[in-house]
């Protein structure tokens, strides 16, 4: 049994749902340029509105200063969100007051309605029980379908559960099943692929990541502060050289959990990051004092691609190269393809998550190829801290008694 509850526990026929989701998507020009997160809510939609609920859909969209903002506002996803879930919705100027409860009391069974932006009013964000209980008033059960923002311990995701019956939605809870499924039981042994900019804004992330995994490789600029850790001239790429004690310690650190580390050991180097520089691929002892590591060579690659055959469980976060900028996208494209290939064959179990890597995965091409890509980029990333996430402690089993709502 999960340490969560789940939709079914919750009696729904009839009932007014407030459903909170992550309808924090971007948006170019008041279009959706990629409706992930819309297009996953449509299952549990279907199942409350199959069972005649009353939808009411809640948001936050970007980061508005706490004051309504037309550039914040949710009403372009109306039409995005009614086509990936086959109804109609309609739309309410504000979250709580009078135009919600209007719009919401004109439901039947089976609507949809959207609220306006809930960072329009600043007791989101604090978290504040006056705002919680206004929001509270327009649902009689809740659900939270909205894993990337599990990390936030705001108004809608953590007071507003414990005020109604509430529950996970079927996205939250096939989120935390890849995510148990990657981390909590896994099948041995298991590979972490971390690969991003910095080591510094990922410790916490790597401290954990060791003492879980049988095996991690390391890409991107992060892996050239290790290599000068150990010592490795690594000419002027990006390297956080105050970075180096730290980075001793996780290195000795692997070695007291028996993690095995996979660094580079070679590198295509160039002069500047532009596209189609000159590059060069060369041994990682062999950086020129001019060149900047890129992306991981072809050995390193090879041997990823080796760990990846052994491994029965594979965790990737970040990208292992300048992904961006071709050419330097080879390497994490080269070890995502196989790492696709593997799953496929159904002789991995392959979850990965976090902005850059989704749309690393993106661009080459096989971001429906792995187990499961999570949705979250932050709320992934502290759930790979081992950190407990306000949205789901909100929903714990063991949650203490709800309070009556006034
Ligand atoms: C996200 O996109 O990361 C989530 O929606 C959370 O948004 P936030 O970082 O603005 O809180
Ligand atoms: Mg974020």
């Not at 660094?263 to 691929?281: N, Y």
């Amino acid at each position: 049994m999960p340490g969560y509850r789940t939709l079914d526990t919750l009696d729904i026929r009839g009932k007014r749902v407030l459903l909170r989701a992550d309808l924090n998507v971007p948006l170019k020009d008041g279009v959706v340029t990629d409706a992930t997160r819309i297009e996953r809510l449509a299952p549990t939609i279907e199942a409350l509105a199959g069972n005649g609920a009353r939808i009411v859909v809640m948001s936050h969209f970007g980061r508005p200063k706490g004051g309504p903002d037309p550039a914040f506002s949710l009403r372009p996803l109306v039409e995005p969100l009614s086509r990936a879930i086959g109804r109609p919705g309609a739309f309410a100027e504000d979250c709580i007051g009078a135009p919600a409860a209007r719009l919401v009391e004109a439901l039947r069974p089976g609507e949809v309605a959207l609220l306006e932006n809930l960072r329009f009013h600043k007791g989101e964000e604090a978290n504040d029980p006056g705002f919680a209980r206004a929001l509270a008033k327009l649902g009689d059960v809740y659900v939270d379908d909205a894993f990337s923002a599990a990390h936030r311990a705001h108004a809608s995701i953590a007071a507003l559960p414990r005020l109604l019956p509430a529950a996970a939605g079927l996205l939250m809870q096939a989120e935390l099943e890849a995510l148990a499924a990657a981390l909590e039981r896994p099948a041995r042994p298991v590979l972490a692929l971390i690969g991003g900019a910095k080591v510094s804004t990922k410790l916490d992330l790597l401290r954990f990541i060791i003492g879980k995994v049988d095996a991690m490789a390391i890409g991107g600029a992060m892996a050239n502060t290790l290599l000068f850790a150990q010592g490795v001239d690594v000419g002027r790429s990006l390297c956080e050289r105050d970075m180096a004690e730290e980075g001793r310690r996780l290195l000795d650190l692997a070695v007291e959990r028996r993690c095995h580390v996979i660094l580079p050991e070679d590198a295509v180097v160039a002069p500047a990051l532009k596209p189609s520089p000159e590059t060069r691929i060369v041994a990682i002892d062999q950086v020129p004092a001019e060149g900047m590591i890129l992306d991981i060579g072809p050995r390193t690659i090879a041997r990823i691609v080796a760990a990846l055959a052994e491994a029965k469980t594979l965790v990737w976060n970040g990208p292992l190269g300048a992904f961006e900028t071709a050419p330097f996208d080879q390497g994490t494209a080269a070890v995502a393809r196989e790492a696709a290939a593997r799953t496929r064959e159904g002789r991995l179990l392959s979850v990965a998550g976090g902005g850059d890597t989704v749309a690393a995965l993106a661009k080459a091409g096989v971001a429906d190829a792995l187990s499961y890509v999570s949705t979250a980029g932050g709320a992934f990333l502290e759930w790979l801290e081992g950190r407990e996430l306000p949205g789901v402690a909100a929903l714990a089993t063991a949650a203490p008694e709800q309070e009556t709502p006034r």
